[in-house]
């Protein structure tokens, strides 16, 4: 099952595009950009989660 690619920021609403380096996520999939991952100390708010850097959904060649 894929991960699903919430494209803005849960706190700040920022925009995370499917290819940004700039989003972090939890195990539930919570969305974070880099800037409130950083404030939240790498914490999920929601769940208490480690927030780890979303891997990135390149196109297809």
Do not use: V
Request: proline share 10%; glycine share 4%.
């Amino acid at each position: 099952m894929p991960l699903e690619m919430r494209q803005i920021c849960e706190r700040c609403q920022a925009p995370l595009p499917k290819d940004s380096e700039a989003a972090h996520i939890c195990s539930y999939e919570c969305t974070f950009c880099s800037a409130c991952a950083e404030a939240m100390s790498g914490r999920c708010p929601n769940c208490g989660g480690e927030l780890l850097r979303r891997p990135r959904r390149l196109p297809r060649t």
